[in-house]
């Protein structure tokens, strides 16, 4: 995060502005709406600013700005049309200790005007940290889209009762699920609509229930959460907003960077290792804290890279669960295989090369390599092979072995989907070597089979990411 985000209360208190011209008027226009004060600087004014005149708080200078004139002011903006002036107003406001924001300048700016969402009282600002403006306002109509345009209302309506459920509610994570349960609950849509009487019958009857329920021992649950091979933008919907529900998140190393940072921030978070060989946590002691934590009564989050129930263990951890009658959830996630793959430009099937394709572990139960290579090794077929790296020549040797072609394609996917993402393509028999040398880390996916020919006229992220560079 480059910036801070943050939201002054200006109400009352004076804004400099330094501009007759249309970059000026809306410093002007934002800073009124925000109840502040504002002393404007020029010599003269477009006709833009009729729109503003006469505003009781607006206090028009015409004159430049001079040493003394920002003593009192909490900001400034420079919005004149010429950039010298600017820049001295720039000097001006260091000599006053005061914030400035000079237009379409990121390098002399203290901090910068975001893309608004006015939704009074609920306001959302969009930064790019001054990279791009354009794209932070076409990020804002995207989001103008999804709220409707009485939100406002929502937050007003619900403002009212917070003393009230706080009374009537003691325990802070009570009183969150509570706000949770109401918001997702037909209360919304009422105020929306105009119907406020009876939006406030039926918050009074949430109330009464969660009242009741309040002596009551609180429930916990359990969301399995598959956080897909590491690209945030491949978790679903579903996903997110159990993300931001949870009390609590379980994670390990294949969860990619990023994803962590869409949970709630207060979410108590516990790592959980899942190293090969290394597991910070036996499998058999996660699935007891998962139990212990959900008995207290908190929601708790299980993320696992990939998908849950595709060689993720999902199904072990959630047996004590369903024999303790905890509630849970599970939520697939983008497997590895088809994330990896996808990024790689490697199609699985292929008209031309692969009608089947088998999914295998290459990490067995007690560390053994045990896999049906009759079933392997058949004619127009991929294989996928999960946690493979670690014993990628054993395996490779063993298909050869077995009766693969030595020069059947093959690659391995390190870091799929992620920026640090690794392609390498051989044969089965040169592949091991060639990983070797390049010394990857993991998590890795090797994929055997003639698709692997494909790679080059496909491989549509690398290429993206080229470009970039």
Not at 329 to 351: E, K, W
Request: one cysteine or more; hydrophobic letters at 45%; charged letters at 25%.
């Amino acid at each position: 995060m480059d910036l801070l985000p943050v939201f002054f209360d200006v109400k009352g208190k004076w804004i400099a502005v330094i501009g007759g011209g249309g970059a000026a008027l809306r410093r002007v226009e934002a800073s009124l709406k925000s109840g502040a004060r504002v002393r404007l600087f020029a010599g003269v004014l477009s006709d833009e600013f009729k729109a503003v005149e006469g505003v009781e708080r607006l206090q028009v200078v015409t004159r430049e700005a001079r040493k003394g004139d920002l003593d009192d002011c909490a900001l400034l903006f420079c919005a004149a049309d010429d950039a010298e002036i600017n820049r001295q107003g720039r000097a001006l406001a260091t000599g006053a200790r005061v914030p400035c924001n000079v237009v379409d300048t990121p390098e002399l700016c203290d901090f910068t005007m975001p893309s608004i969402i006015d939704r009074s009282p609920v306001v959302i600002a969009v930064s790019t940290s001054g990279t791009s403006p354009i794209l932070g306002r076409m990020v804002k109509a995207r989001i103008e889209t999804m709220l409707p345009a009485a939100y406002g209302q929502i937050a007003n309506f619900l403002g009212r009762y917070r003393s009230k459920v706080a009374d009537t509610i003691s325990d802070g994570r009570g009183r969150r699920r509570f706000w949770e349960r109401v918001l997702e609950s037909t209360v919304v849509d009422l105020v929306l609509s105009g119907k406020k009487d009876q939006a406030a019958a039926e918050f009074e009857a949430e109330l009464g229930v969660a009242a009741i329920g309040a002596a009551s021992p609180r429930q916990g649950e359990v969301y399995l959460v598959g956080a897909g091979p590491g690209d945030p933008d491949l978790l679903t919907f579903k996903a997110l907003r159990l993300m931001q529900r949870a009390d609590v998140v379980l994670y390990d190393r294949l969860v990619g960077e990023g994803i962590l940072d869409q949970v709630r921030r207060d979410a108590e978070r516990i790592y959980v290792g899942k190293q090969p060989q290394d597991h910070t946590l036996p499998q058999d002691e996660i699935s007891r804290l998962m139990l212990r934590l959900a008995k207290e009564g908190k929601r708790v989050l299980r993320l696992k890279g990939g998908d849950p129930f595709m060689f993720g263990r999902g199904g072990e951890e959630i047996e004590l669960l369903a024999e303790a009658g905890i509630p849970f959830q599970v939520v697939p996630g983008v497997t590895a295989a088809l994330g990896c793959s996808a990024y790689a430009g490697i199609p699985l099937t292929h008209r031309d090369h692969a009608h089947t394709c088998v999914f295998v572990t290459g990490h067995g139960k007690d560390g053994k390599i045990d896999l049906d290579w009759n079933l392997l090794i058949q004619p127009r077929q991929t294989v996928a092979v999960y946690m493979g790296l670690a014993q990628l020549q054993a395996l490779t040797e063993t298909f050869v072995r077995k009766g693969a072609d030595p020069m059947l394609p093959a690659a391995v996917v390190d870091k799929g989907t992620r920026p640090g993402q690794t392609v390498i393509t051989s044969t089965v028999s040169g592949i091991a070597d060639k990983v070797a040398k390049a010394a990857l880390k993991g998590p890795a996916i090797l994929i055997v089979g003639t698709v692997v020919r494909l790679r080059e006229k496909l491989d549509w992220y690398y290429a993206e990411n080229a470009a970039k560079k």
